[in-house]
């Protein structure tokens, strides 16, 4: 594969992620408030945060096997055309339960496409470039998801608390379009994985017992369960509550710790490359511990 033609590979996953993290990020000033607007309690609305991950957890595993038989493309372009479904359930929901429902299926459509298309990136770039390449599709992804809060808030300001799902469903439909012309399989890659993939026990035994896999999944476990709780549920719910906040200012306040991420991501990636990922690893969770 040529320079050009994996530069322009990698761009045509940047763009789809841009608006995928756009959208997802549009509704998160209000998705507890929302959850709250079913007059449910905390634990309720903890739970509909939490079903999003659950279908994510569930999925992730099949998807990644059922992508080596089908193709990348093909599970991205099924995942956004239910990212964007949901997205409208959710808006029109008559139920908690239904939202819930809802909620579960919008994280196996997200787990469709993040985990196709973090394997799609493994499957055209040298393990030497992965770091800082990686470092760039994450700030794509958390360019989106910082004008999204931003975006989101002003919407339910205006428009009412259903109207941010409203935008991600036109923002989901966009990055449909986006992954449907933009991104194809590598050649010969599904026939390449096709053939002898599946579920093996002595393949996961052996990445449980490798201690580093092992610590780095609980520290990924750890750091997802800080910033899922108190970014996405307490922040919402306690500037909204207590301080009095509207969802223009929640939006603002969820952005400006978005932009943080941002402006440190490309510098941590070639750092990655240049010191190994294990001292920046370190590094991170000790800054993260101190700051929480």
């Not at 599970?75 to 929901?93: D, F, H, P, R, Y």
Request: aromatic letters at 12%; proline letters at 4%.
């Amino acid at each position: 594969m040529g320079e050009r033609s994996l530069r322009m590979d990698i761009l045509s996953i940047y763009v789809p992620s841009f608006f995928i993290f756009l959208g997802m990020s549009i509704i998160s000033p209000i998705l507890p408030i929302y959850a709250e607007s079913f007059n449910v309690n905390y634990t309720m609305v903890s739970l509909a945060i939490s079903m999003y991950a659950f279908g994510r957890f569930l999925a992730d595993v099949p998807v990644g096997l059922l992508s080596d038989r089908v193709g990348r493309r093909l599970m991205m372009v099924l995942g956004t055309i239910i990212l964007a479904v949901c997205s409208l359930l959710n808006a029109t929901a008559p139920t908690f339960a239904l939202f819930l429902v809802y909620r579960f299926l919008e994280g196996v459509g997200s787990a469709m496409w993040m985990t196709s298309r973090t394997t799609l990136l493994a499957d055209i770039l040298k393990p030497e470039e992965r770091g800082r390449v990686m470092s760039y599709f994450q700030a794509f992804m958390l360019l989106g998801a910082s004008a999204g809060p931003t975006i989101g808030g002003f919407i339910a300001t205006r428009y009412g608390l259903r109207a941010p799902f409203y935008a991600y469903t036109a923002v989901g439909v966009i990055s449909l379009v986006l992954t449907y012309f933009l991104i194809h399989d590598p050649v010969g890659m599904v026939k390449k994985h096709g053939g002898d993939s599946g579920f093996s026990w002595p393949t996961v035994k052996r990445l449980l017992s490798n201690s580093s896999f092992s610590m780095a999944c609980l520290a990924t476990f750890t750091i997802f369960f800080m910033r899922t709780g108190i970014r996405s549920t307490i922040i919402p719910l306690y500037a909204s509550t207590v301080l009095g906040l509207n969802s223009d200012a929640i939006g603002i306040i969820i952005s400006c710790a978005t932009i943080t991420n941002l402006i440190v991501t490309i510098p941590v990636g070639h750092a990655i490359d240049y010191y190994g990922r294990k001292p920046i690893i370190v590094l991170t969770l000790a800054i993260t511990a101190v700051s929480t």
